[in-house]
C-alpha cells in the first residue's frame, strides 16, 4: 500500500528547569539566553542559545512551536517579541539584517507559551503539550541542547524518521561514564542507527556508554505513557520511564548517533557552557557564509 508521508511541523520545547548549577547567573536571567557565538550574514555574531535552537528548527519546516516556560522565563517571551527596528543607523546593517531575519521567521510561526508550575521532570514539561501538538509527529528540543552543526542535525532526525517510521526516534552520543543521563541499550541498524531494546535514566550500572541526547521525535502514544509513569529519579516524572513502556509494549524505538563528543552540549554546568562558548567560537571563525 502507498505509504502517507506526513508533515512534522510542530516542535515543543522544554524551557522550565530552574538552572541551579549556573547560579548566580541564572538567578533572573534563563539558562536558554545565554549567548553563544554563530555565523551570520558572514559576521560572527552572539545569539541567546534558545534562539539559534528556533532558527534551527524554523529552517528545517518546523512553524508550530510549544514552549514549556516557568518561572523567571519571562526575558524568553520578551526576547520573541518583536519591535521596532526602525531608528537603527546604517553602519547598524548588520545587526538589523539578524533582526529582521528573526522576526520575519516569528511572524511567520505559531508560538505558544505552556506555563508550568512547578518543573516536576522534563516528562512532565513535555505532557504538558498534550492538548495541543495533535495527532502528527512532532519534534521534542531541550532549550538548554547546544548542537555544532546548526540545522543538519534537525534535518538528519527528520529524514531518518520519515525513512524508518518508528514510534520513537532520538539521539545519543558515546559518554564514558553515563550515570547521570539515560542510558541506552541497544542493537545496530548500522553504524550510526540503533533499535532501543531498554533504557533507564542516571542508571548505577549503565548497560553502554551510549546516553540519550535531548532531540526526539515522538508519535502522539507518548503522552499515554506519560500519564502512566510514575515519579522516578529524583522524584520527577522521566521522559525516559515513559520511553521504556513504549518499549515493552513492543513498539519500535529507535536512536542515531552523534558522531563526535561534542556535537551536542548540555550547557547546564560551567563547565559545559565554556566547552560550548569555545567551540562555538571556533566553529564561526572556520564557516563562511
Request: charged share 25%; with cysteine.
Amino acid at each position: 500500500c502507498l505509504k502517507i508521508l506526513v508533515v512534522i511541523n510542530t516542535a515543543v520545547i522544554p524551557v522550565a528547569g530552574l538552572g541551579t548549577r549556573l547560579l548566580t547567573l541564572t538567578k533572573d536571567t534563563p539558562k536558554e539566553m545565554v549567548p553563544i557565538f554563530t555565523r551570520s550574514f558572514n559576521e560572527i555574531t552572539l545569539k541567546p542559545l534558545i534562539e539559534q535552537i528556533f532558527l534551527n528548527l524554523y529552517d528545517s519546516g518546523i512553524r508550530n512551536f510549544f514552549f514549556i516556560v516557568g518561572k523567571n522565563k519571562r526575558s524568553i517571551e520578551d526576547h520573541f517579541t518583536p519591535e521596532s527596528i526602525h531608528g537603527l543607523k546604517k553602519k547598524d546593517k548588520n545587526y538589523k539584517d539578524l533582526l529582521e531575519d528573526f522576526y520575519d521567521k516569528i511572524e511567520k510561526s505559531n508560538i505558544v507559551w505552556i506555563n508550568q508550575n512547578s518543573p516536576r521532570g522534563f516528562g512532565a514539561a513535555v505532557l504538558n503539550a498534550k492538548e495541543v501538538v495533535g495527532s502528527n509527529p512532532f519534534i521534542v528540543h531541550a532549550g538548554d541542547a547546544f548542537v555544532r552543526d546548526n540545522v543538519n542535525h534537525i534535518k538528519k532526525i527528520i529524514k531518518i524518521y520519515e525513512e524508518s517510521d518508528p514510534e520513537i526516534l532520538f539521539y545519543v552520543k558515546e559518554i564514558r561514564n553515563p550515570k547521570s543521563y539515560g542510558v541506552v541499550k541497544v542493537s545496530k541498524i548500522n553504524s550510526f542507527h540503533f533499535n532501543v531494546l531498554d533504557i533507564e535514566e542516571k542508571p548505577i550500572h549503565p548497560k553502554s556508554n551510549l546516553a540519550v541526547m535531548p532531540i526526539y521525535i515522538f508519535k502522539p502514544s507518548i503522552f499515554d505513557a506519560l500519564l502512566k509513569t510514575k515519579p522516578g529519579v529524583g522524584k520527577e516524572i522521566q521522559l525516559t520511564d515513559a520511553i521504556q513502556k513504549i518499549i515493552k509494549n513492543k513498539k519500535s524505538v529507535q536512536a542515531i548517533k552523534f558522531p563526535a563528543k561534542n556535537d551536542c552540549i548540555d550547557i547546564g554546568t560551567p563547565e559545559n557552557y565554556y566547552l560550548a562558548i569555545t567551540i562555538s567560537y571556533k566553529d564561526s571563525i572556520k564557516k563562511k557564509n
